[in-house]
């Protein structure tokens, strides 16, 4: 997605080889002419797939996830991270180990908003290492629901999760594919 790709040229910032910073128009302050792009993007290569609910998990997520849903015209549903003080009976749980912060978080969702027969569009802001995406798919089978496609907004091409997430049969599809972040320069795949 050509307009992804140039606004991570012109802001994002490169802070190591492993880590690019996009927050003044993802992970903080939201860009929301460029995320209704993502989420028409997101629409258009999902559309042939039946989707009747789209996933998320919080925070970063919920901006893309809400602006597919919109287009795709779904409900939405994110993933909480912390515990809820209203959501108690019904859970569905997945454990998420996150290699970046070397923590382990378990994420939840109510069984009343994803349901068997429901056909499941996850989304996420990055695509690193896979193990959200995998927490999802996860949380998705849980539920008796058909995971059918992962969307993500940056994948990090040179780390394991795309791979990963293949692996498991659901077809995934990243708006910008970064190939390297070394010397400070962000590559693409392509
Ligand atoms: P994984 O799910 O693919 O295995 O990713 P990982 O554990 O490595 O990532 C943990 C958190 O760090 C996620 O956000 C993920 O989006 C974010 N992240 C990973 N790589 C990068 C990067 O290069 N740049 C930025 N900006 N973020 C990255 P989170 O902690 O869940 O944050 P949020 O959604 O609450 O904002």
Redesign the pocket.
């Known amino acids: 997605m050509e307009a992804l790709k140039q606004k991570i040229v012109q802001e994002g910032k490169v ?1 190591s080889e ?6 003044s128009f ?3 302050q939201m860009d929301p002419f460029l995320m209704k792009q993502i989420g028409e993007e997101f629409a258009t290569r999902f559309q042939d797939k039946g989707i009747t609910k789209v996933l998320t ?6 901006g893309p996830g809400l602006m597919a849903a919109l287009e795709l015209k779904v409900p939405m549903v994110f993933a909480r ?1 912390r515990k809820s003080l209203t959501l108690k009976e019904g859970l569905i749980t997945a454990t ?6 070397q923590e382990s ?1 378990e994420v939840t969702i109510s069984s009343n908003y994803i349901q068997e027969g429901d056909r499941v569009l996850i989304i ?12 999802l798919i996860d949380i998705v089978k849980q539920a008796g629901a058909i995971p059918v496609g992962v969307g993500i907004v ?1 994948e ?1 091409s040179f ?1 394991n ?1 795309h791979q990963l997430v293949k692996d498991t049969g659901v077809q995934v599809e990243s708006l910008a594919r ?1 190939a390297s ?1 070394k010397d400070g320069k962000v590559e693409f795949v392509d």
Do not use: M, P, R
């Not at 492993?18 to 927050?23: A, F, G, I, T």
């Not at 998990?57 to 919920?62: L, P």
């Not at 998420?96 to 912060?101: A, D, G, L, P």
């Open positions: 802070l492993h880590v690019l910073k996009v927050d993802i992970n903080h998990i919080e925070s970063s997520g919920i991270k998420v180990y996150s290699f970046t912060k978080n996420d802001d990055f695509l690193a290492n896979g193990q959200a995406a995998l927490g940056i990090k780390q999760g970064i972040l």
